[in-house]
Structure formats: structure tokens, C-alpha cells
């Protein structure tokens, strides 16, 4: 079974703070993705990349960055966090850009 | 902008009956969809994917896709309480260097006993 799994569960954090977000895959995948999804907004896509080093914004870049120097790990940073950057942020990985995702558990934070 | 639509719900249905799952998508390029499930509280989860016009079966899950139509659904059979959760349709985005998933809001299904 293909594994995705993220550093964290739950995560508070203070406004200003440098935040990462840990997501690693066991599958020799070469996509891995950054969603957020928010009620009544859906699954939004942070960033994405295809390969080490590679990366690709998504619909809402703005206030992250991404890092992927490994293939099976992709990290999520919150440069300076904001409240309105409190969220649930899934981690996914796929085979390729048009096969199914695989899901990590979820990162629920909380910016205050 | 590429767009998945789907109707919120929530969508209530008996148990034992079909539940119908509807979604329509904007880009005329996309190929492939997917059907996911997503408990409260937890990830998603995929169902199924299509592919190919037509219908597509998988034990109580028919997935339809008609390209023509720009339109994909998911029917339940036999809806179980178990069946209670958010359904998301995601379509493919060929969009810049490799492709990538866009998905629907979500329906809300709830099945009652």
C-alpha cells in the first residue's frame, strides 16, 4: 500500500513564525502536491512538483514555498504565518501529474 | 480558469436506495476523473477513476462519463450509513509542465436508516 504520511497532526503556531510542513512518501512516486482545503472553498492547490529540486505553483502560492531535495519528502514553509493561513493542509503523491493521488492524514493548523 | 463544479448538497437518500453523484467539469481537454471519498475529519480517499465514455463498475459504485456532455457522475447502490461522507470529483489540468489534479467543492451525502 502506498503510504503518505505528514510530520504532524495537529499544529499551532504564532503569527510571524517560520513554519514547516513535512510530508513523506514510500512509493518511489514522482509527483507530490500541497492542497489546502478550507469549508465551502474545496481542495485548493498550493504547489506541486515533479522531480527533486523541481517545483510548480499551484492556485494559491502566495505566502508559501516549497522544498523537495529528496524524492520521497516534500516540505511546505510558511515563510511568516498568518491567520488567515490556518487551515487543513493535505500532503498528496502520485505516479504522474494525470494518475490518482494518495492522501497523507491531514495537518490541522492553527495560526494565532 | 479550469473548473470542477459539483453541487454542494447536502444530498440525503435512504438507506438501500441510489444515491447520484453529479459533476461537470470546463476543460474540453480533460481525460481522466476521479472519484474520492473523504470521511469527517480525515483524507480523502479514492473510489474510482474513469477514463473511456461510458459507464464503469465497481462493486455498488457506477462511475459515467460523457465527454460530450463535459459530465461525470457517481451512483451508489444500495446506500448504506456507512456511505455518510463528502464525495469530491477531480479532473485532470494538463496546464504547464506536467498534469495535475482540480477538484469540486464536494457533495455532502448523508444516508439515513
Known amino acids: 500500500d502506498v503510504k503518505v504520511t505528514q510530520s504532524s497532526r495537529y499544529l499551532v503556531k504564532r503569527t510571524g513564525e517560520k513554519v514547516f510542513l513535512e510530508c513523506v512518501q514510500d512509493?518511489?512516486?514522482?509527483?507530490m502536491f500541497w492542497y489546502r482545503q478550507d469549508p465551502g472553498l474545496g481542495l485548493r492547490l498550493i504547489y506541486f512538483s515533479y522531480d527533486v529540486k523541481m517545483k510548480e505553483k499551484g492556485d494559491i502560492p502566495e505566502g508559501y514555498s516549497v522544498s523537495r531535495e529528496k524524492k520521497e519528502r516534500f516540505s511546505l514553509i510558511l515563510e511568516s504565518a498568518s491567520t488567515n493561513q490556518t487551515s487543513m493542509y493535505l500532503c498528496?503523491?502520485?505516479?504522474?501529474?494525470?494518475?490518482?493521488?494518495?492522501f497523507g492524514q491531514g495537518t490541522r493548523l492553527t495560526v494565532v | 480558469q479550469k473548473e470542477v463544479e459539483q453541487n454542494s448538497g447536502p444530498l440525503s437518500v435512504p438507506e438501500g436506495a441510489i444515491a447520484s453523484l453529479n459533476c461537470t467539469y470546463s476543460d474540453r481537454g480533460s481525460q481522466s476523473f476521479f472519484w474520492y471519498r473523504q470521511y469527517s475529519g480525515k483524507s480523502p480517499e479514492l473510489i474510482m477513476f474513469?477514463?473511456?465514455?461510458g459507464d464503469k463498475e465497481d462493486g455498488r459504485f457506477t462511475a459515467q462519463l460523457n465527454k460530450a456532455s463535459q459530465y461525470v457522475s457517481l451512483l451508489i447502490r444500495d446506500s448504506q450509513p456507512s456511505d455518510s461522507a463528502t464525495y469530491l470529483c477531480?479532473?485532470?489540468?494538463?496546464?504547464?509542465?506536467?498534469?495535475?489534479?482540480?477538484f469540486g467543492k464536494g457533495t455532502k451525502l448523508s444516508v439515513k436508516p
Open positions: 477531480a479532473g485532470v489540468n494538463y496546464g504547464g509542465s506536467q498534469g495535475n489534479l482540480i
Open positions: 474513469i477514463y473511456s465514455n
Open positions: 512509493m518511489d512516486h514522482e509527483n
Open positions: 498528496a503523491s502520485s505516479l504522474g501529474g494525470a494518475t490518482e493521488a494518495f
